[in-house]
């Protein structure tokens, strides 16, 4: 079974500066997509991003990004000109490829100080 | 579109009562997944279904029973509720089997037994 660790349980950083977000993963399978969720105080989960295990390109949504590293089974997000709006629980999320449940990490509360 | 809508958002049951939670999607969406969320937790997929009249269990399925008559509904049963199922309850939906699509998530059920 797929297991995802998130090694963080709290991150700061300050408004405007970049902060960097981990997850690890373990699979035995070559295909797969991974997915960054944050969920705000209204608990509504958010999908923040999306990465393909077989494309080599990390993916970015405007200030998001991710380092994918492959042979590591490491996925981090990274956020640039953090905002306050971005305070946060962050989960890291695997899915199979042709999986229907997704396996969810631990989460990661980022807190933004002004 | 209203997504995933999910009743009622708060609740708080007496041990040993009995109680649904309603989620309903009009998206279309073939899967549908109902998830808990401890404190500090990650989500523990409880139960799911990949059409109208197909169910199975999750990782945490025990204390729990759905059914999948439409495919817009997907209820979750608690019989006998018990303190170790006091928990934010989400239900999700899918389009497809196809990994690279993410969940629509509905808000949540903040559930307290007592």
């Known amino acids: 079974a797929q297991t995802v660790t998130q090694s963080q349980p709290e991150m700061s950083v300050q408004e405007a500066e970049t902060v960097t977000l981990s997850c690890t993963y373990d699979?035995?399978?070559?295909?797969?997509?991974l997915f960054w969720y944050k969920q705000p105080p209204s608990r509504q989960m958010i999908l923040v991003i999306r990465?393909?295990?077989?494309?080599?390109q990390n993916a970015t949504e405007n200030r998001f990004s991710v380092n994918f590293q492959k042979a590591a089974k490491s996925f981090s997000l990274k956020i640039s000109d953090s905002q306050l709006g971005d305070a946060a629980m962050y989960f890291c999320?695997?899915?199979?490829?042709?999986?229907?449940?997704?396996?969810f990490g631990a989460g990661t509360i980022l807190r933004v100080k002004s | 579109n209203a997504g995933v809508t999910q009743t009622p958002k708060f609740r708080i049951l007496k041990i040993g009562q009995s109680m649904t939670l309603q989620c309903a999607q009009d998206m279309n969406h073939n899967y549908m997944y109902w998830y808990r969320q401890d404190p500090g937790m990650g989500l523990k997929l409880i139960y799911y279904s990949v059409g109208a009249g197909i169910t199975d269990k999750g990782e945490v399925p025990n204390g729990y029973n759905v059914s999948r008559s439409t495919t817009e509904d997907f209820p979750l049963r608690l019989e006998l509720a018990a303190p170790s199922q006091t928990s934010v309850y989400f239900c999700?939906?899918?389009?497809?089997?196809?990994?690279?699509?993410?969940?629509?998530f509905g808000s949540g059920t903040r559930l307290t037994v007592v």
């Open positions: 990465q393909e295990a077989y494309k080599q």
């Open positions: 999320a695997y899915r199979s490829l042709a999986g229907n449940k997704l396996v």
């Open positions: 999700a939906s899918s389009y497809s089997t196809l990994g690279h699509y993410g969940y629509t």
């Open positions: 699979t035995s399978e070559s295909d797969y997509y």
